[in-house]
T-cell receptor, first 116, second 112 residues
Framework: DVKVTQSSRYLVKRTGEKVFLECVQD?????MFWYRQDPGLGLRLIYF???????EKGDIPEGYSVSREKKERFSLILESASTNQTSMYLC???????????????FGEGSRLTVL | GEDVEQSLFLSVREGDSSVINCTYT??????LYWYKQEPGAGLQLLTY?????DMKQDQRLTVLLNKKDKHLSLRIADTQTGDSAIYFC????????????FGAGTTVTVRA
């Protein structure tokens, strides 16, 4: 089974702290994604990566950065956490382009971040 | 596909059918997806439909696609308590792209 593992299920941080959210997938997938999930807004794409060291901005990249030094690991970084970044963060991976029908996204269980 | 729209809540009695509706935006989308998120978990792909199909049936699930109206629906027959979850409609942002655009999600509550 494909497994996408997010290192922290729950985090509590203070405003201004630097936050790292780690995600690892074990199926040699090319593509990895970070989404943010908020009630009533669904999932919004923050960043995605289609290859090692490659990244592209999604719909809401402001306040975030990412790192993909190895194929299996994709990290989301909040340089200076703010209260409006309190949210559920979901990592996902896929092998094929999603437009091809077989481009299923496999999701981790999520990291719930609270910024005080 | 920038704005995939769904109603936010659905309450259904156990044993009845649930119908979840979605309006998508890109008429060129080749595939459309339904994902399910159970409490405390990430999303899992439930089913998908190719755009040249009007209907797809998979056990208790029926997906209907109306391309003219850009309307997608998911019907769950004989709804069970284990079907309580958030259901997301999703479409590719472009036909050869790597990104999905998700709706806000419909929270389905199954009552006894």
């Amino acid at each position: 089974d494909v497994k996408v593992t997010q290192s922290s299920r729950y985090l509590v941080k203070r405003t201004g702290e630097k936050v790292f959210l780690e995600c690892v997938q074990d199926m040699d997938h090319e593509n990895m994604f970070w989404y943010r999930q908020d009630p009533g807004l669904g999932l919004r794409l923050i960043y995605f990566s289609y290859d090692v060291k490659m990244k592209e901005k999604g719909d809401i990249p402001e306040g975030y950065s990412v790192s993909r030094e190895k194929k299996e690991r994709f990290s989301l970084i909040l340089e200076s956490a703010s209260t409006n970044q309190t949210s559920m963060y979901l990592c996902a991976s896929s092998f094929y382009p999603v437009g091809g029908g077989s481009g299923e996204l496999f999701f981790g269980e999520g990291s719930r971040l609270t910024v005080l | 596909g920038e704005d995939v729209e769904q109603s936010l809540f659905l309450s259904v009695r156990e044993g009845d059918s649930s119908v979840i509706n979605c309006t998508y935006t890109d008429s060129s989308s080749t595939y459309l997806y339904w994902y399910k998120q159970e409490p405390g978990a990430g999303l899992q792909l439930l089913t998908y439909i190719f755009s040249n199909m009007d209907m797809k049936q998979d056990q208790r699930l029926t997906v209907l696609l109306n391309k003219k109206d850009k309307h997608l629906s998911l019907r769950i027959a004989d709804t069970q308590t284990g079907d309580s979850a958030i259901y997301f409609c999703a479409e590719p942002i472009s036909s050869n792209d790597y990104k999905l655009s998700f709706g806000a999600g419909t929270t389905v509550t199954v009552r006894a």
